[in-house]
């Protein structure tokens, strides 16, 4: 394949040895080369605007801008961007907030490496690489009842072991209203306390200890 038809990758990841491993990978297959590489989400948008890669190889937890907030900036200005999260999270919440930024693809770090090349032409293409496990938790996810940007926040309080005083003066809210923004989180992560509700949203990837 000739040169102005080689597959342009750019790799977004804050762990080296992991971006090397990546390039090697990627610079073996004669129709793919890694023009750029970046270390945290601020670095991956000025490289993809210098670089204007075909296909961005981007981690979601990294310093500076996170994965997710990186791929909304550079499809902010860059709307056929063809973005692939490769990531060691595989909660239904990370993998629907990935792909709402506008990811067409979402890989976990375990892939072989023959998928991820097969991911990278399949994006390339314009097509979206979702695979099987990965699309099922979405599905899952986009089942489950939306949280409001309110209960998020009462949700990420109640992690921190917080009460509902606490909340309610934290937020600047009734502790009356907390107790109503308690009561409907339950309801829709399908719960019937706080300490469950805590477990659910650790577990699906909604808030973080």
Same mark, same amino acid.
């Given at each position: 394949?000739?040169?102005?038809?080689?597959?342009? @990758?750019? &790799?977004?990841?804050?762990?080296?040895?992991?971006?090397?491993?990546?390039?090697?990978?990627?610079?073996?297959?004669?129709?793919?080369?890694? =023009?750029?590489?970046?270390?945290?989400?601020?670095?991956?948008?000025?490289?993809?605007?210098?670089?204007?890669?075909?296909?961005?190889?981007?981690?979601?937890?990294?310093?500076? @801008?996170?994965?997710?907030?990186?791929?909304?900036?550079?499809?902010?200005?860059?709307?056929?961007?063809?973005?692939?999260?490769?990531?060691?999270?595989?909660?239904?919440?990370?993998?629907?907030?990935?792909?709402?930024?506008?990811?067409?693809?979402?890989?976990?770090?375990?892939?072989?490496?023959?998928?991820?090349?097969?991911?990278?032409?399949?994006?390339?293409?314009?097509?979206?690489?979702?695979?099987?496990?990965?699309?099922?938790?979405?599905?899952?996810?986009? %089942? !489950?009842?939306?949280?409001?940007?309110?209960?998020?926040?009462?949700?990420?309080?109640?992690?921190?072991?917080? %009460?509902?005083?606490? &909340?309610?003066?934290?937020?600047?809210?009734?502790?009356?209203?907390?107790?109503?923004?308690? !009561?409907? =989180?339950? !309801?829709?992560?399908?719960? %019937?306390?706080?300490?469950?509700?805590?477990? @659910?949203?650790?577990?699906?990837?909604?808030? %973080?200890?």
């Amino acid at each position: 394949m000739s040169q102005t038809t080689t597959i342009r @990758v750019l &790799i977004a990841d804050d762990h080296s040895i992991f971006r090397q491993g990546l390039a090697t990978i990627i610079n073996r297959d004669p129709d793919m080369k890694v =023009i750029a590489q970046a270390e945290n989400g601020e670095q991956a948008i000025a490289a993809f605007r210098e670089h204007q890669p075909d296909v961005t190889l981007m981690d979601l937890r990294m310093p500076e @801008v996170e994965g997710v907030a990186a791929i909304g900036a550079i499809r902010a200005t860059a709307k056929s961007a063809r973005i692939i999260v490769l990531t060691t999270y595989d909660s239904d919440e990370d993998i629907y907030r990935g792909l709402q930024a506008g990811a067409k693809g979402y890989l976990l770090k375990e892939t072989e490496p023959d998928e991820l090349l097969n991911a990278i032409r399949t994006v390339h293409r314009g097509r979206q690489y979702i695979p099987p496990d990965v699309g099922a938790k979405l599905v899952q996810r986009l %089942s !489950n009842p939306e949280l409001s940007e309110r209960e998020l926040a009462v949700l990420r309080s109640l992690a921190q072991g917080m %009460s509902n005083a606490e &909340i309610a003066d934290a937020l600047s809210i009734g502790e009356g209203t907390v107790k109503s923004h308690v !009561n409907r =989180i339950l !309801n829709k992560l399908d719960v %019937s306390d706080r300490t469950q509700a805590v477990i @659910v949203a650790v577990k699906r990837g909604i808030v %973080s200890l």
